[in-house]
């Protein structure tokens, strides 16, 4: 809207003194509230009120020129509230002024007329007032975090845009359409990072066209199918290295049968340094599978394989689009051989292309397969070869895939062999602790036998299932966030369940605050002494020692004449800090005397008096040692082992 305001602001200045000075000013304000404008925007109605104000001050030389006056100001009412907006009142009330300055009766025919659409128009208004108080259009588009702000600013958008697609206004098919588009496109602005909101937008008009292409409005749904691909093309100029949206614009290419414009998105990904191509090169090889010829599924993954930025996932890929759809089937069991999905896996490891991913699935295509002697053999190649070599949990993981594999296919006493073997591999993990290897044996799936309490006391951490239940609650957390966020309800369950996990204090013994009693601050501004001795004081954080005894400091310090109530200046904190100097000083010499006597007189030497003799030798030099050592003192008392 600012924008649109500047703009306006600019072609004013720039035309004032031109002849046709109106006609361009009436065509930026047609620009600026048409349908590539801010029509639709929320906040549009300042705009609205400079239209009408400029109309207004259009000379009327006879009557033609008035009767197009008040023409033009009818028609520019009638826009304004054909569509809700903020403060659509002040519109309608000005409308109304305007026909009573006209005509009475004709005002009165007028307001009849309209009032009901109008009431119409204002309901929806609030309704929309409210959803869009929350959103933050002048936010700046940032990538994606998972920050409660950008959740909560998120999860406002799609509110907005759901609510729009609800068709508050009763619109027909293309008109709803539009709307629902200019609440796409705001929603862009600041959304302009979030790459699934490109592909939601563009998914959206791409369903609406299609719509209306069975309805059989053949011109709306060829426009909306073109503005589904430029709202891709745009998201990929904003977002080139994107994957999402590619994939997005390729399988819509390939559903409407654009199959080279398809096979040219895949293409420019592939040429684009920045993209790992990995991914790209599965997708690629599927789409060449459903919708072209097998030839072209070949020169896809050949192409793949002599890239040499792409990963193993290319492999094991190619091996199961292989095997279910170009292996030949055995005329005897009539299954399906897979000979070539084998070898795919065989290359991968003979060109040590691979990884623990690509292992543990051509383990699990074995194991589909019932080879279990090749299972085996590739379980004790793995064990020995570089590739877990210095990867301790890899190490961990395939033992624990191979102890899964003989408890539920060999028999007891392989089972305790690999056991044991594990034992003297992971001498860490399982030498000391030998129920973890029951634990591993008599699992299932994600059935265990033992309690969460008895594994957490053994020590037990499959690496595995800590994994897929951790990806299960970032699922479960993922799915649940948008409308945890639009209840206070939710909020308070997931505050009161995280809560289990930790302690926190016991609030029904606070006490409430009570408005017009004394706080404990409020207490201590009362002494005013107290305040400058806190002020004095170091903060707790930086005193390390040495410590002050507190069963001797406080009878000192209750033995002390405190100084009365009004007794006010500096010189009352250095009084008291001189009193119980004094005092310490006084029951320092005691108790060093009653010490020596306890000892058993001057001719023993206990130990560690040695500790004295650095105070003697301080004091024999000219400076004399504190009659009462508080770190001196501990020090003895630690010497004597007390």
């Given at each position: 809207?600012?924008?649109?305001r500047?703009?306006l ?5 720039r ?7 109106r ?12 349908d ?8 549009s109605?300042p ?10 001050t ?12 008040l023409?033009e ?9 054909q ?5 659509i009142e002040?519109?309608w ?11 009475k009766?004709?005002a ?5 007329e309209?009032a009901?659409?109008y ?5 929806v ?5 409210a959803?869009v ?8 588009a940032?990538?994606?975090?998972a920050?409660?702000w950008?959740?909560r600013?998120l ?11 609800t ?22 602005m ?12 563009a998914?959206?008009?791409?369903r ?6 069975v ?7 060829a426009?909306?199918a073109?503005?589904?691909?430029a ?22 290419f390939e559903?409407r ?5 398809a096979r040219?998105?895949?293409?420019d990904?592939?040429?684009n340094?920045?993209v ?8 690629f ?27 193993p996932?290319?492999l094991?890929a ?9 292996s030949?089937?055995c005329?005897?069991?009539?299954r399906?051989?897979p000979?070539?999905c084998?070898?795919f ?8 292309r691979?990884n ?5 699935a051509y ?6 397969e ?14 020995t ?14 033992w624990?895939r191979y ?9 007891l006493?392989?089972?305790k062999?690999i ?12 030498y000391h ?11 299932f799936m994600d ?9 957490l006391?053994?020590?037990y951490?499959?690496?595995?299932r ?7 609650q ?9 409308e ?12 009161a ?5 930790f ?13 017009g009693?004394p706080s ?14 806190l002020?004095?004081?170091p ?12 069963d001797?400091l ?18 009352l ?5 001189a ?6 000083q006084?029951?320092?010499?005691a ?7 306890a ?26 040692a ?5 770190f ?11």
């Open positions: 809207v600012e924008l649109f500047f703009y602001s600019f072609v004013q200045d035309n004032a003194k031109l002849p046709d000075f006609e361009r000013m009436t065509k930026a304000y047609e620009f600026a509230l048409g590539t404008g801010v029509r639709l925007d929320f906040y109605t705009i609205w009120h400079s239209w009408l104000d400029f109309a207004e259009r000379e009327a030389k006879d009557m033609r020129d008035s009767g197009l006056r023409d100001l009818r028609r520019i009412f009638r826009l304004a509230l569509t809700p907006k903020s403060h002040s519109i009330r000005r409308f109304m002024a305007f026909e009573q300055g006209v005509d009766l004709i009165k025919k007028q307001q009849e309209a009901k659409d009431q119409r128009i204002r309901s208004s609030r309704d929309m007032e959803r108080r929350h959103l933050n259009r002048d936010e700046l940032v990538p994606p975090a920050t409660g950008s959740q600013q999860t406002a958008w799609l509110d907005f845009i759901e609510w729009e697609m068709n508050p206004l009763l619109l027909p098919p293309g008109p709803l359409i539009h709307r629902v588009h200019a609440a796409y496109r705001q929603c862009l600041v959304m302009a990072r979030h790459p699934g909101m490109w592909c939601e937008a998914r959206y008009l791409d609406a066209s299609k719509e209306l292409e309805a059989g409005d053949k011109a709306g749904a426009h909306w073109q503005e589904a691909v709202l891709f093309e745009r998201g990929k100029e904003i977002l080139p290295a994107d994957l999402l949206l590619h994939f997005a614009l390729a399988e819509m559903e049968g654009r199959l080279a414009d040219l998105v895949y293409e990904l592939i040429k340094q920045t790992e191509p990995t991914l790209v090169y599965v997708q090889m599927r789409f060449a599978r459903r919708s072209e010829t097998q030839a072209s599924f070949r020169a896809v993954l050949k192409a793949a394989r002599a890239d040499s930025r792409t990963r996932h290319v094991v190619s091996a199961m689009l292989e095997l279910f759809f170009f030949e089937v005329k005897t069991c009539n399906k051989s000979k070539v084998f070898n896996f065989k290359f991968g490891l003979d060109t040590s691979y623990l991913d690509f292992v543990f383990l699990e295509q074995l194991i589909h019932g080879d279990t002697n090749n299972v085996r053999s590739l379980f004790e190649r793995m064990l070869s570089d590739l877990i070599k210095n990867d301790a949990e890899g190490r961990e993981k395939l624990q102890v899964e594999f003989e408890a539920l296919y060999g028999d006493a392989g089972v062999n056991d044991q073997r594990r034992t003297e591999a992971l001498k860490d993990t399982y602790r030998p129920a973890l290897n029951l634990v591993d044996r008599y699992k059935l265990m036998p033992a309690s969460a309490e008895s594994l006391a053994l020590g951490s499959a690496k595995e800590q994994d897929r239940d951790s990806q299960q970032q699922d479960r957390d993922r799915d649940g966030d948008l945890k966020d639009r209840s206070d309800e939710p909020a308070r369950a997931k505050t369940k995280s809560a289990k996990a302690f926190r204090p016991d609030l029904s013994q606070m006490t409430p605050f009570v408005p009693q404990a601050a409020a207490a201590i501004r009362r002494y005013p002494a107290l305040v400058e001795l002020g004095l004081l903060p707790a954080a930086a005193f390390t020692g040495p410590f002050v005894p507190v001797m406080l009878p000192l310090l209750a033995s002390q004449p405190m100084p009365p109530m009004d007794l006010q200046g500096p010189g904190v250095g009084a008291a800090v009193a119980v100097s004094a005092a310490m006084s029951a320092g010499g108790n060093a005397s009653a010490g020596v006597g000892a058993g007189g001057a001719g023993q030497k206990r130990p560690g008096d040695d500790l004295d003799d650095g105070a003697a030798a301080g004091a024999a030099g000219g400076a004399a504190p009659a009462f050592d508080v001196r003192a501990r020090q003895r008392l630690k010497a004597r082992g007390t």
